[in-house]
């Protein structure tokens, strides 16, 4: 999607975004999350879960799918190219030559120290060719997340390059956006009139307001996805 008819390199940085947008396109209950569903609900994200259309059927492990195939096809470059690429003289070669262009003093730093750059050239491969493991173990996610995210900070520090515009973004898809707003209402405290809310400490409603019933709306669950 972004190599140029004059040039042999593929700015590989960007593609991932054409991938995750062609899958969004696709994906169940997508205008939920969007501008267009916001706008419906008066710009209202907290809604009642059973509100909620659920995308995680098949469109989240896609797209975590496909960002594991884009590492592993890094990967695979690599070590078809040469399967030296790993010997630590590789990777101090890409600094140095980044130096050279941008004079990063963090960028010699590493060059100097050989040890550390074949270990971090061995690191590099690892979380490319296994990345798409957890899509089979979630257990690994978070181990991956930050090794990748480690990965990508660790490039930018030392080459300028800067892969958070376009990788950074799909990480997104590992937050789970229902504890993200419990975190947001914990950091906001308790509502400003001091009155708890129903059935926070046990009572009931009817000990709140008065003797009378109170009849409650109720709210059915979607008919379907």
């Known amino acids: 999607f972004s190599k140029s008819a004059y040039c042999d390199y593929v700015w590989h940085s960007d593609n991932i ?4 947008l062609c899958i969004l396109t ?3 209950g997508i205008a939920f999350y ?3 569903g916001l706008r419906q609900r008066r710009w209202r994200w907290n809604v009642s879960p059973t509100a909620r259309p659920s995308m995680v059927d098949w469109a989240s492990p896609l797209i975590v799918m496909t960002l594991g195939l884009a590492y592993f096809g890094s ?3 690599k070590v078809t190219n ?3 690429w790993a010997d630590g003289y ?3 070669a890409y600094v140095l030559q980044k130096y050279l262009l941008f004079e990063h003093p963090a960028g010699m730093w590493l060059a100097q120290r050989y040890g550390l750059c074949l270990l971090l050239s061995i690191v590099t491969l690892v979380i490319e060719l296994t990345f798409v493991l957890i899509v089979f173990f ?3 996610t978070w181990i991956y997340v930050l090794g990748g995210l480690g990965l990508h900070a660790g490039i930018y520090a030392t080459m300028k390059i800067n892969f958070f515009k376009f990788f950074g973004l799909t990480y997104l898809i590992f937050l789970r956006w229902t504890d993200v707003q419990q975190w947001l209402r914990a950091l906001k ?3 400003r009139s001091g009155r708890l809310p129903p059935h926070a400490n046990g009572e009931t409603e009817r000990q709140h307001t008065s003797d009378r019933p109170v009849a409650y709306p109720v709210m059915n669950a979607p008919a379907g996805r």
Do not use: E, K, N
């Not at 975004?17 to 995750?20: L, N, Q, S």
């Open 138 to 140: 979630p257990r690994l």
């Open 34 to 36: 969007g501008l267009d």
């Open 75 to 77: 990967g695979y470059c």
């Open 26 to 28: 696709f994906a169940p």
């Open 90 to 92: 590789t990777l101090q």
């Open 17 to 20: 975004v054409v991938m995750v």
């Open 82 to 84: 040469s399967p030296l």
């Open 189 to 191: 405290g308790p509502p």
